[in-house]
T-cell receptor
Framework: AQKVTQAQTEISVVEKEDVTLDCVYE???????LFWYKQPPSGELVFLIR??????QNEISGRYSWNFQKSTSSFNFTITASQVVDSAVYFC??????????FGQGTELSVKP | KAGVTQTPRYLIKTRGQQVTLSCSPI?????VSWYQQTPGQGLQFLFE???????NKGNFPGRFSGRQFSNSRSEMNVSTLELGDSALYLC????????????FGNGTRLTVT
């Protein structure tokens, strides 16, 4: 069965600290896609990154970076020098079929000034 | 480019009633998916439509149904509402390229009393 686990329910950091959000997934398929989404208080889920199962290269986008390790079935997300605007709920998700994402329970990040 | 538009934003209904939610995808997106978000169950996949055909369905009772029109706009309907149907209903659209990122709307907040 497909499953996504985000063990951290809530994280609180002070501005400018680095923070890593963990994501562990389970799937029997060899071809799959992983995603991260951000949900600010407005409710809209904002797409951050997509990674396919054949691409284990880590990615950096500004203050955001992602570490994909197939050997441990993990797809962790790091925010460097966090800012108050980063406060939101972050979701990791797994996709095996069109339009169907399996979401983790989400990690609520609170960045305090 | 306009994002995914969901109407209405808020809805209050009584148990036993039915409700219809509407979603207009991003122009050019032909796939539309629906998700239910609750504090207890998190984000759960309802169904996905492409070219007016339902391609995928989640584990929800038959009271939950949807459809897609020729202009890719979609509606979902919930009949015989139950208290447990209170949730944020999110619509997402995507391009037809396999496993394209989903772009979500702001959601419809349904409260059943």
């Amino acid at each position: 069965a497909q499953k996504v686990t985000q063990a951290q329910t809530e994280i609180s950091v002070v501005e400018k600290e680095d923070v890593t959000l963990d994501c562990v997934y389970e799937t029997r398929d060899t071809t799959y896609y992983l995603f991260w989404y951000k949900q600010p208080p407005s409710g809209e889920l904002v797409f951050l990154i997509r990674r396919n199962s054949f691409d284990e290269q880590n990615e950096i986008s500004g203050r955001y970076s992602w570490n994909f390790q197939k050997s441990t079935s993990s797809f962790n997300f790091t925010i460097t020098a966090s800012q108050v605007v980063d406060s939101a709920v972050y979701f990791c998700a797994l996709s095996e079929e069109e339009g169907k994402l399996i979401f983790g329970q989400g990690t609520e990040l609170s960045v305090k000034p | 480019k306009a994002g995914v538009t969901q109407t209405p934003r808020y809805l209050i209904k009584t148990r036993g009633q039915q409700v219809t939610l509407s979603c207009s995808p991003i122009s050019g997106h032909r796939s539309v998916s629906w998700y239910q978000q609750t504090p207890g169950q998190g984000l759960q996949f309802l169904f996905e439509y492409f070219s007016e055909t339902q391609r995928n369905k989640g584990n929800f009772p038959g009271r939950f149904s949807g459809r897609q029109f020729s202009n890719s706009r979609s509606e979902m309907n919930v009949s015989t509402l139950e208290l447990g149907d209170s949730a944020l209903y999110l619509c997402a659209s995507s391009l037809t390229v396999p496993n394209s990122p989903l772009h979500f709307g702001n959601g419809t907040r349904l409260t059943v009393t």
